[in-house]
């Protein structure tokens, strides 16, 4: 890993597991309880709008009882000693990376500290529940949902995702099983644009074999590792 100055890293859900917030798709995740199709599509919101705001709610008082674990504080290190580009994209909706310091992170999956406005289309700071369908506090309208982006949506930022993927020297995912696009297509275009590609997972993952290099256990244990070795190389 030479002549590395700008990285991007896609972080998923197996980086705030260890903090006790479960993934999607292993045993016992978030899915195997809820059918996506539930909770996590417009129609679900459309077709019963309390089932999805209550899931959600549930979800959002939870997080704010969680604690960034040793993952994400390495990645907040990373983030303050790193000198070249750095860009956290984070498929999670939890507040994890911010809370252990790092400022460079996107959220293309939205924030569960968030609501957003279908009326006026503002985002306005959320820790409270929307099941009683509270106003907007831009507009006043009653027409909050989580910000949250669902299946069938599009993901958020993906041009600022695509300059940083551009410019990349290195890419690295943590703890994403790969399963869902376009996050899990991001090591191809990485890797077509010319940067080296590392997997950090607690095993290979769907698309493991896009990878130059893989090494797999807890994350608590090999990302603090890797960020040790990659501030030592510098
Ligand atoms: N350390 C590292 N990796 C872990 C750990 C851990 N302690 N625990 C689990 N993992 C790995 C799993 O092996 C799996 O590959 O994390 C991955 C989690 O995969 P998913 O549950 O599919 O989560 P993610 O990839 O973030 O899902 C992507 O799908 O449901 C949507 O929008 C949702 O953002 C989410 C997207």
Redesign the pocket.
Known sequence: MNQIRNIVILT????S??SGID????AG?L?EQHR?EDV?TPEAFARDPELVLRFYDMRREAIQTKQPNAAHHALARLDAEWRGELLIVT??VDDLHERAGATRVLHM?GEHLNAWCTACDERSPWTGPLLDRPACPECGVAALRPDV?WFGEMPYRMEEIFAALREADLFVSI??????YP?AGFVRNARELGAATLEL???P?QGSSWFDESRHG???EVVPAWVDELLTRK
């Open positions: 998923g859900a197996g980086v597991a260890e993934t999607f798709r292993d995740g899915w996506v996590a498929q999670n999956h982006v703890g994403t099983s790969g399963a869902v996050a997972n607690l095993e993952s807890p994350a608590t």
